[in-house]
């Protein structure tokens, strides 16, 4: 049942060019986590969400405004048939 879930709402809604600046941009600002000094900061906390949203290529917030910035993916995919 999982499966069929994330079949039908977890496709690719982030444009290339935009997974590959949320990635940098993401990147950026853990590292920036990392060298600031000692213990987590909130660079870290702010800089995965971009990075991770930018890796897997699905944004939770897109998906819930109906915001998708991928054109591949505009067109309708039946994921019903085997």
Known sequence: MAT???RS????????????????IGAVLVIMAFTA?????GWYLIGAL????GVVG???IYYFLGI???RLARVKVD???K
Do not use: D, Q, S
């Open 79 to 81: 994921h019903t048939k």
């Open 9 to 24: 709402h977890t496709h690719i809604n982030i444009h290339p060019l935009e997974r590959w600046v949320r990635i940098v």
């Open 58 to 60: 699905w944004c939770p």
């Open 4 to 6: 069929r879930f994330m």
């Open 37 to 41: 000094g000692p213990g987590i900061n």
């Open 68 to 70: 998708n910035t991928n």
């Open 50 to 53: 971009p990075l991770l949203t």
